[in-house]
């Protein structure tokens, strides 16, 4: 039996979403395989925390901020200072440690690499021979993904293969397999069926809003939406977020059309019934909506990675970048009037050609 140890954060929810994907597909596929994901909060409570809360904050309130470390770090000289750095890397050895001697593993995998400087350096000591791996979860390559201990990245496309060499990564050490998306995007699904046990089941299209962050233009566009001439269902997805399933309960009256979610295990079926998804353009939600083929309307990217994100995607059509509430609405009229698109892209082997590496 393998086992190997999946590494994410709650920084941006698709990392996990990786991470499950890598689980669930070694879970149905791979008997031999025993995928273990944790998220860095329960290696070391510190530094994970510590990791999510600047995330949260500056996404929210300062993305200058975020995009400015971003960019900063995306200078080799930089990033490899800040390697290192072994002062603060030291200040967690101990805990992280423990918690890998424990684990026994023949393999690790970072969904997030943030965590990957602290963490390698621990694990190569405690398990010489062992593989570890980064799935990057963009599409950009950025220079902190240069971690000399890594033996293998697993990137979306061949682009994101050209950044990783531009910042000094082994060419050799690189595969291109897609990002592990759920194998759930990718099976047959009925459509109808799915409306109905949802609770929408009419002729209407449905346009499926997901957005965790309480932002200016969340409430004006489920408005508009909803008071638009011809109908539509909208659901709208807060991700957890109470605060904004609050609001947004207290300000729009309930209606048969209209379906609020706060938290679901289950957004592959509101994307799948969706003719249209507006979210904001992280890595794991564009790959699904690639599987799905649908095309998404990309809004409120975070400096940095996403709005690379969101560059590469609108250059080949796959979706739109609308930002304000104007260009969210007459994206949405445009794609609802296009016809369905099959799957454009994605891979749905990506899990198998990563875990591969394992064998």
């Not at 994100?309 to 304000?324: D, Q, R, S, W």
Request: hydrophobic share 40%.
């Amino acid at each position: 039996m393998k086992k190997i140890l999946v590494v994410s954060m709650k920084t941006g929810w698709g990392h996990i979403r990786a991470a499950q994907a890598l689980e669930d597909y070694a879970k149905n596929n791979l008997p031999d395989f025993k995928i273990s994901h944790v998220d860095l909060c329960e290696i070391e409570p510190g530094l994970g925390k510590f990791f999510e809360i600047f995330y949260d904050i500056t996404n929210d309130h300062l993305p200058t901020i975020w995009g400015a470390v971003y960019e900063t770090f995306d200078k080799e000289m930089i990033s490899s200072a800040f390697r290192k750095a072994n002062g603060f890397q030291r200040l967690f050895r101990r805990r992280i440690g423990r918690y890998l001697r424990k684990q026994a593993v023949d393999g690790v995998i970072f969904t997030n690499v943030i965590p990957a400087p602290m963490v390698a350096p621990v694990c190569r000591e405690i398990y010489p021979g062992i593989p570890m791996a980064v799935v990057v979860t963009d599409y950009h390559g950025h220079s902190y993904y240069n971690v000399p201990l890594i033996n293998r990245y697993f990137v979306a496309i061949p682009e994101v293969k050209n950044d990783l060499i531009r910042v000094g990564v082994d060419e050799k050490k690189i595969a291109v397999t897609g990002i592990p998306v759920g194998q759930k995007f990718y099976g047959r699904y009925d459509q109808g069926g799915l409306k109905r046990k949802l609770g929408l089941g009419n002729g209407l299209k449905t346009v499926t809003f997901i957005s965790r962050l309480s932002k200016d233009f969340v409430l004006p566009v489920i408005k508009r939406l909803l008071e638009r001439g011809e109908k539509i269902n909208l659901v709208m997805i807060c991700g957890g977020n109470n605060d904004l399933y609050k609001k947004i309960k207290d300000e729009i009256p309930t209606r048969k059309n209209f379906k609020l979610v706060n938290w679901t295990n289950r957004i592959d079926e509101y994307m799948k019934i969706a003719d249209a998804v507006i979210s904001k353009p992280g890595g794991l939600v564009i790959s699904e909506c690639l599987a799905l083929g649908r095309k998404i309307i990309m809004t409120d990217p975070i400096p940095g990675q996403e709005e690379r994100n969101a560059e590469f995607i609108a250059k080949y059509g796959y979706g739109v970048l609308a930002l304000a509430p104007d260009e969210i609405i007459a994206a949405v009229e445009k794609i609802l009037i296009m016809p369905r698109a099959g799957q454009i892209a994605a891979r749905s082997d990506s899990c198998a050609e990563i875990l591969k590496y394992f064998e």
